[in-house]
């Protein structure tokens, strides 16, 4: 039932507040701002690395899981797209562990890829939204995701909780590896317990996400940028956009940009920059100097802070609220899929089920 919505993506989209606020729960207390004292596989104090697998957005969630464990945790952690990971053979120290991410529980090469790990014997554990899926029951421990069922086959909600959770990890990691003190815990999981309340507010910017809809519309290809945590965001960005729009669109790390895809900016060419006021902001701000000086339409999504800060002309600035740099992931992933969504609905594409994809892919 899609309620009052035209789409179930829509409304996946809207119930993000709700799910990602049940999905932290799950893993914090909020009334004391501690870790709650959930069981893994592991023990985040032993291992030494930690190898993350998955397919599409969820690989790309857990991207961003690798920034916050090595940023936090201090875990050092390899990621990879499991359809390479199946084959590649990667050797797995004694010392390891195991993490897949999948809102199904049921795609092949990411489930191929932990009966790799089984066979290699470490501990196995997964982050899924389907407790009844066969990388569920095929696991040492699960981390469930508390975004319902989802739907749309562009993947949202799904999405954040599965961040939600690998920001929860990240601090139970922290905690037992004595990279963050006790008060730095309290203070995080207040950030975190803010996340429905900001992602709510990042819902009412449908007025200037629209508009930027509309001039994508029109256009062939679309770039995304982004740095640190926004540079999986960036691809995210690109990957939702494609998929449901059919509008070719590429991700980069912002600092890759003279390495190459600068040669396609032209005044044809949009360039959604993801950039909050953050430590490495003005480093992106000077990718977009080069962008503008090529003629490129700049799109910026940002904070007041971004807003003010960045003085270059942009084709629309996207302003979200001032959120904490951890939370902040969780909270820019809402534009950049309602960007998504806005230009396949002016362009009038069947946003719930595009064209040749699978909600669930169960072969290879
Ligand atoms: C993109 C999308 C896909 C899935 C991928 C993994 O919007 O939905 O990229 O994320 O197929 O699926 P799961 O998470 O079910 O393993």
Not at 130 to 157: C, M, N, Q, Y
């Amino acid at each position: 039932d899609k309620g009052n919505h035209r789409h179930f993506m829509e409304k996946e989209i809207h119930e993000q507040p709700e799910v990602i606020s049940h999905t932290l729960a799950n893993y914090l207390n909020f009334a004391d701002g501690t870790v709650a004292d959930f069981d893994l596989p592991f023990d985040f104090a032993k291992i030494e690395r930690l190898a993350i697998s998955a397919c599409g957005t969820a690989y790309l969630a857990g991207l961003i899981g690798k920034y916050w464990l090595e940023r936090y945790a201090r875990l050092p952690v390899d990621i990879d797209i499991a359809s390479e990971f199946r084959y590649r053979e990667m050797p797995l120290p004694k010392n390891s562990a195991a993490l897949f991410i999948s809102q199904s529980g049921e795609t092949a090469d990411t489930l191929a890829s932990l009966r790799y790990c089984r066979e290699e014997g470490i501990p196995i554990s997964a982050i899924v939204n389907v407790r009844e899926s066969t990388i569920a029951r095929e696991s040492d421990g699960i981390f469930p995701t508390l975004a319902g069922p989802e739907i749309g086959v562009a993947s949202t909600k799904a999405f954040t909780c599965q961040l939600s959770v690998l920001a929860a990890l990240t601090l139970k990691a922290a905690k037992a590896r004595g990279t963050i003190s006790p008060e730095e815990e309290q203070a995080l999981v207040r950030e975190l317990s803010e996340a429905p309340r900001y992602a709510s507010q990042a819902l009412k910017l449908s007025a200037s996400i629209e508009k930027v809809a509309r001039e994508l519309s029109h256009v062939r290809h679309v770039l995304y940028l982004g740095r640190d945590t926004n540079y999986p965001l960036a691809l995210e960005g690109a990957l939702k956009l494609k998929e449901i729009s059919y509008i070719h669109a590429e991700g980069y790390a912002a600092g890759e940009l003279k390495h190459g895809p600068i040669a396609l900016i032209d005044e044809q060419m949009p360039v959604i920059v993801i950039a909050p006021h953050d430590r490495i902001f003005e480093k992106t701000v000077s990718n977009m100097q080069e962008v503008a000086a090529r003629g490129g339409r700049i799109v910026l999504i940002t904070d007041e802070k971004g807003a003010q800060n960045a003085t270059l002309e942009t084709l629309e600035t996207i302003v979200l609220p001032d959120v904490p740099e951890f939370v902040a992931p969780i909270i820019y992933a809402l534009p950049i899929q309602m960007l998504a969504y806005h230009t396949a609905v002016i362009m009038g594409t069947d946003v719930d089920q595009p064209r040749n994809l699978a909600k669930s892919v169960t072969v290879e």
